[in-house]
């Protein structure tokens, strides 16, 4: 999400973050295995840089049922769901655990961006100042965009949390020339009276930095902007999503935010600010770092990457 031009809700100078504790049975025993299969994947002299990381045995099927490097996750491309329009709830998902919860996903940036400059660029109220619409977001050296990467996890996160009886909604599907814009993400959350919302990215910060990291809304009251009633419940999301994701992705938490943590809270994000419900952003990975580039373009990876999400926002919602 950060990167050099552009900024989606522009990301501050690098500062050592208020640093929460995940809750350790969850993450501390899954980041030591966690760590030894991050490093196994894409440690110095593996021989992995610039190439896809190549899915185990045990990882979980693709939606479409693929388990290479191939990416489906184009502006057309659907991944064996149909396109929906923005905020439309996922067809009934009949009865499952999570049976009457409505989780809203925003995939983040739009394929779309690049040719709406004009329109991204402009400015809207984040409560606490002006920020840009959104930007194109980052993409790998090779030139594999955030905005398809965010596409193909959301809509594996979809299937995942459908199955579980949620009802899922996006902020958007490939399915409209740009945007939306980050007050009108936040938004799509408030009006469907989610029961928690996440923002799925992929950081572009300097090769060499390296892990995922869920970030926290800070605690904001300013303009239109009022956070407070969420804080405490979206840190209990967030902490959750951390514990799983470094569980099932083996990936560490990011050696350059977050204290090793994997948790960052900020007031800069108008998808945090605006929101009214429980909610998250991730960074799942550094696109910018080859390591972690390998990691991102993989199809089994990114399934692992839903997977991750999906238990932790199952867990908030169970209360367990």
């Known amino acids: 999400m950060s990167y050099p031009g552009p900024h989606f809700d522009s990301t501050p100078p690098r500062r050592r973050p208020r640093a929460r504790t995940v809750a350790l049975a969850a993450l501390v025993p899954g980041a030591l295995l966690g760590w030894l299969v991050y490093e196994a994947v894409g440690a110095p002299g593996s ?3 610039g190439a896809a990381a190549r899915p185990s045995s045990t ?25 929906k329009k923005p905020g439309a709830p996922s067809p009934a998902s009949g009865s499952g655990p999570l049976k009457g919860k409505i989780v809203v996903v925003d995939p983040g940036h739009n394929p779309e961006n690049v040719r709406h400059t004009a ?28 905005a398809r990467f965010t ?16 009802t899922v909604r996006f902020t958007q599907d490939g399915d409209r020339p740009w945007g939306p814009c980050v007050d009108e993400r936040a938004r799509i959350g408030n009006d469907a009276h989610a029961d928690a919302a996440i923002s799925i990215h992929a950081d572009g910060a300097p090769a060499g930095d390296r892990g995922f990291h869920v970030i926290l809304p800070a605690s904001v009251h300013s303009g239109s902007a009022d956070t407070r009633p969420i804080v405490a419940a979206s840190a209990d999301l967030g902490e959750r999503i951390a514990g799983t994701f470094v569980r099932v992705t083996g990936s560490a938490p ?13 007031k800069d994000l108008g998808g945090l600010n605006l929101s009214t419900v ?21 199809s089994g990876w990114r399934q692992k990457a839903a997977q991750g999400i999906s238990e932790g926002i199952v867990s908030f919602l169970h209360g367990s």
């Open 47 to 49: 021989g992995t840089d």
């Open 119 to 146: 329109e991204i660029n402009s400015k809207v109220d984040i409560g606490t100042n002006w920020k840009e619409c959104d930007t194109t977001g980052t993409s790998t050296d090779a030139g594999y965009a955030e």
């Open 151 to 166: 596409l193909d996890v959301a809509r594996r996160l979809r299937t995942l949390l459908e199955e579980q009886g949620a």
């Open 278 to 298: 429980p909610k998250v952003f991730i960074e799942c990975g550094n696109m910018r770092d080859s390591k972690d580039a390998a990691l991102l373009t993989s």
């Open 59 to 83: 990882a979980a099927a693709s939606p479409t049922g693929s388990t290479g490097s191939t990416d489906p996750a184009s502006p057309s491309a659907t991944a064996g769901d149909d396109a």
């Open 254 to 266: 990011a050696n350059y935010v977050g204290d090793g943590t994997g948790l960052d809270t900020r």
